[in-house]
């Protein structure tokens, strides 16, 4: 069955980097656009950004533009979200997903994983 686990969250400072990452099973996602969303206390899950089964190409919301940086492994079948210069508002669960490319839809979600900001 196919599966989604992100890891690397964690509580860091104002400023600071976090790293995460989404690991895929049980079926290969090399095909698949893989985005990354998040969803706040009390909020509605919103974008973040995705990237293309090649990973030539990468889109991300206006929040988080220039701050952070999606890549892939298709070899690893793996997804990483790089967060720098992270503010107290991008404190959320963080949540990998996947849709094929003939649909807007994503059908496989994972768990997520929290980031918190906070001094």
């Known amino acids: 069955q196919a599966q989604l686990v992100e890891s690397g969250g964690g509580l860091v400072q104002p400023g600071g980097s976090l790293r995460l990452s989404c690991a895929a099973s049980?079926?290969?996602?090399?095909?698949?656009?893989m985005g990354w969303f998040r969803q706040a206390p009390g909020k509605e899950r919103e974008f973040v950004g995705h990237?293309?089964?090649?990973?030539?190409?990468?889109s991300y919301a206006n929040s988080v533009k220039g701050r952070f940086t999606i890549s892939r492994d298709n070899a690893k079948n793996t997804v990483d979200l790089q967060m720098n210069s992270l503010k107290p508002e991008d404190t959320a669960r963080y949540y990998c997903?996947?849709?094929?490319?003939?649909?807007?839809?994503?059908?496989?979600w994972g768990q997520g994983t929290q980031v918190t900001v906070s001094s």
């Open positions: 997903a996947a849709r094929a490319i003939t649909t807007l839809k994503y059908d496989y």
């Open positions: 049980g079926r290969t996602f090399s095909t698949y656009v």
């Open positions: 990237i293309n089964w090649s990973g030539g190409s990468t």
